[in-house]
């Protein structure tokens, strides 16, 4: 039987009823998989607008649902801002830490310049060399990290789950808390499952 090495990337395939990992084949010479592969490839295409995007969030002038829903809450107010902030910089030092990683030990020259859209496009054409490079995974892992980081500062609601107050169904017990959805959106509900529609979120912010 051929040896086959499987894939390097944390996020790689895991089982959907146990949970555990279970990483798809390596691509040949490399530590990646295909999908994780393609993913890191998207990810480096991504995160220019999201770092773009990170700094419209920073805007103070910015209205919408959650200046509504924290208004009165004025330290929350105050933590939603700083998640965009982390996200950029956390952008900035991985794929700057990845780039000299390319350029010390590929002797390429000329390291880019310190800005996203340059990283992420140097990090790109590099991607067979990152791919097949021993830290795959974790040059994987952490783009995928950032990514996500930059996506829930980009959530209308934090990343961190947060209490909002106890459920309005009638006879629950339970508080209501709020957590990433997918992709943009966010969930907002109580610990008995009582999902809460974006019209009723005004109520609970008036008694948290
Ligand atoms: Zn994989
Ligand atoms: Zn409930």
């Not at 395939?13 to 084949?25: A, E, M, W």
């Not at 340059?118 to 990090?123: H, I, W």
């Not at 959530?155 to 957590?179: H, I, K, M």
Request: hydrophobic share 40%; with cysteine.
């Amino acid at each position: 039987m051929a040896i086959q090495s499987l894939c390097e990337a944390v996020h790689c395939r895991h089982d959907r009823q146990s949970g555990k990992p279970q990483p798809r084949t390596a691509a040949s010479g490399q530590r990646l998989c295909l999908v994780c592969r393609a993913r890191l490839k998207e990810d480096l295409v991504r995160l220019p607008g999201l770092y773009e995007g990170c700094e419209e969030v920073l805007s103070p002038a910015r209205s919408g649902i959650t200046e509504r829903v924290s208004s009165g809450r004025a330290r929350q107010g105050i933590r939603l801002n700083e998640a965009p902030l982390q996200a950029r910089s956390d952008m900035v030092a991985v794929l700057a830490s990845w780039a000299g990683a390319i350029v010390a030990e590929r002797g390429v020259t000329g390291l880019p310049r310190r800005e996203v859209g340059t990283l992420a496009a140097f990090l790109a054409r590099h991607l067979d060399w990152l791919a097949a490079h021993p830290a795959a995974g974790e040059c994987a892992a952490e783009v995928r990290r950032v990514t996500n980081v930059a996506r829930s500062a980009l959530a209308p609601r934090p990343a961190v789950p947060q209490e909002l107050g106890p459920c309005p169904f009638t006879d629950c017990e339970e508080s209501v808390r709020t957590s990433p959805g997918p992709d943009l959106t966010h969930v907002v509900r109580c610990g008995a499952g009582h999902v809460l529609p974006p019209d009723r979120w005004l109520l609970l912010s008036g008694r948290a």
